[in-house]
């Protein structure tokens, strides 16, 4: 199982930035995709989720609005579209699934300055 993430960088206030998963390993549609976010000095936190046929989607509630969890189940891709960035969104931004067990990304960083 590996999960890449990629699109991470530099932005400034009331920006985007779109995030992807790029999974291998196991049956991407059969899974739920998370994507977290951990910020400097606190606990990794869950900012949404997608079901298996991306018909559900749940979203952290300071992200409600703001962002977009997709997935693409032929290119086995999972995405998080971010939208209105503000500085209290910079974090390291994780995908997660759990399939016997959790896997974890590497990390992204995202980081919301001027």
């Known amino acids: 199982v590996l999960l890449v993430e990629s699109g991470g960088g530099l932005v400034q206030p009331g920006g985007s930035l779109r995030l992807s998963c790029a999974a291998s390993?196991?049956?991407?549609?059969?899974?739920?995709m998370r994507w977290y976010r951990q910020a400097p000095g606190k606990e990794r936190v869950l900012v949404a989720d997608?079901?298996?046929?991306?018909?559900?989607?749940t979203y952290a509630y300071n992200v409600n609005g703001r962002f977009t969890i997709s997935r693409d189940n032929v290119k086995n891709t999972a995405y998080l579209q971010m939208n209105a960035l503000k500085s209290d969104d910079t974090a390291v931004y994780y995908c997660?699934?759990?399939?016997?067990?959790?896997?974890w990304g590497q990390g992204t960083q995202v980081t919301v300055s001027s």
């Open positions: 997608i079901s298996r046929d991306g018909g559900e989607t």
């Open positions: 390993g196991f049956p991407f549609s059969s899974v739920v």
């Open positions: 997660n699934t759990l399939w016997g067990r959790d896997y």
